[in-house]
């Protein structure tokens, strides 16, 4: 399991985590396991077949991909050598189901996890975006909020914020929990080749900057 180790900033130890190499797959099952906390409570913990489902879904998620459920027990054994999943059957259940640890495993609180969700399960995204795709994981109350969340998980070098590609407004930031996917090599799309929904969610993202700027 990767080890943290210690930095102090303005008097605070912040606990940084060293170099992890987590591959594509592990990323999107421990990316569903914080969202579906958080939006399905009810469903969680998750069964394989539900956490099949949630990684293959084809909203809120890029790359779409077509994961098989062994590959989804792999993905889960290994990030269960990291300490960041767990076995969470109860006594009679009849599906066997996961849930994440890695709130406890990091020392994250709900907004840091919420952020780190969508950056693993929608590759890079700018922060007015991420304000507004992780509104029901966790309502950040401000561009600033997501902003100083953001500052603080780059601290301990988990998010790093990356360059503006030709065409970009705003930079975007990326999550270095693991290798980077397909989303994130991809060149910036065009407003001919986005998607209408991506192309609506940033569109709100910038009102919603704006709106914060002036104080509304």
Not at 33 to 55: F, M, W
Not at 56 to 73: A, C, F, G, L, M
């Amino acid at each position: 399991m990767p080890q943290d180790d210690g930095a102090v900033h303005g008097g605070i130890r912040l606990r940084r985590l060293a170099a992890v190499d987590a591959d594509a797959v592990e990323l999107r099952v421990l990316g569903c396991l914080i969202e579906k906390q958080a939006t399905t409570p009810d469903q969680y913990p998750l069964s394989l077949n539900a956490l099949r489902l949630a990684a293959n879904q084809s909203t809120n998620r890029d790359p779409v991909v077509d994961y098989d459920e062994t590959v989804i027990r792999a993905a889960l054994e290994r990030l269960g050598d990291r300490g960041w999943t767990r076995l969470a059957s109860g006594a009679g259940s009849r599906a066997v189901k996961f849930r994440h640890l890695l709130g406890e495993a990091l020392d994250l609180a709900q907004p840091q996890l919420a952020l780190l969700a969508v950056l693993m399960l929608r590759g890079p995204q700018t922060a007015a975006e991420l304000r507004t795709r992780s509104e029901r994981l966790h309502p950040f109350a401000s561009s600033a909020e997501v902003a100083e969340t953001l500052d603080g998980l780059a601290r301990r070098e988990l998010v790093e914020r990356l360059a503006r590609r030709p065409g970009e407004r705003e930079e975007r930031w990326r999550q270095l929990l693991g290798e980077p996917g397909a989303a994130e090599d991809a060149p910036a799309p065009t407003a001919a080749g986005g998607s209408r929904l991506d192309e609506l969610e940033r569109r709100i993202a910038a009102l919603e900057a704006r709106l914060d700027a002036a104080g509304l």
